[in-house]
């Protein structure tokens, strides 16, 4: 059974630092990743999707990146900011199905 | 406005007191899924559907049903609710291989 980890579970940073995020999960036979972001109380927003063919997606200031073979995700955020406070998580699909496994997050403090 | 839209957001139950969980999107997409969210377990699958009268279980399913008649509705029904069943649920859909669209979430207790 796939098990997805995050590390680490918190991160507190000042105002315009860059970060970076981890993900790992134990069956490197996926067909892509997800990254997605949870603000308290709220649903899942989809940052980035990446194939298994890619090897990183990017969008506006974040950047995340797959390597298969090592069973590892990075989600790299570039110049933070305080609205970017909230959960962050990563999901990696079941071969041939739709259920999806998430690690357990890491819960991104930005300090203004 | 491509939405996923659950109801009620909030329900206070008893247990024993079948209940059920309304999900609806809007994007016509194939698959539609049920999760829930516990502190320290993380998200986890209870039902998926792959499409109208096809359903399968997820790592959770006991206690749960699904149900399938419309591409757009993906009820989650409660037929005897316990305690421990109190969670944060949320209903998602996709088309396959793609991004998945969450709801805003329901909150149930189970007293």
């Known amino acids: 059974k796939q098990e997805v980890t995050q590390i680490p579970a918190a991160l507190s940073v000042p105002e315009g630092e860059n970060l970076v995020l981890n993900c790992s999960f134990t069956d490197s036979a996926i067909y892509n990743l997800q990254w997605f972001r949870q603000d308290p109380g709220k649903g899942l927003t989809s940052l980035l999707l990446?194939?298994?063919?890619?090897r990183e997606q990017t969008s506006g200031r974040l950047n995340a990146s797959l390597d298969k073979s090592s069973g590892r995700s990075t989600l790299y955020i570039a110049a933070s900011q305080p609205g970017d406070s909230a959960t962050y998580l990563c999901a990696v699909p079941q071969t041939g199905a739709n259920n999806l496994f998430f690690g357990t997050g890491t819960r991104l403090t930005v300090i203004p | 406005e491509a939405q996923v839209t659950q109801n009620p957001r909030y329900l206070i139950t008893v247990t024993g007191k079948k209940l059920t969980v309304t999900c609806s999107q809007n994007?016509?997409?194939?698959?539609m899924s049920w999760y829930r969210q516990d502190p320290g377990l993380g998200l986890r699958q209870i039902y998926y559907s792959m499409n109208v009268e096809v359903t399968d279980k997820g790592d959770v399913p006991e206690g749960y049903k699904v149900s399938r008649k419309e591409k757009r509705n993906f009820p989650l029904i409660l037929e005897s609710p316990s305690p421990n069943q109190t969670s944060l649920y949320f209903c998602?859909?996709?088309?396959?291989?793609?991004?998945?669209?969450f709801g805003a979430g329901t909150r149930l207790s189970v007293l």
């Open positions: 990446i194939q298994s063919s890619q």
């Open positions: 994007m016509n997409h194939e698959y």
């Open positions: 998602a859909s996709n088309r396959a291989g793609y991004i998945q669209y």
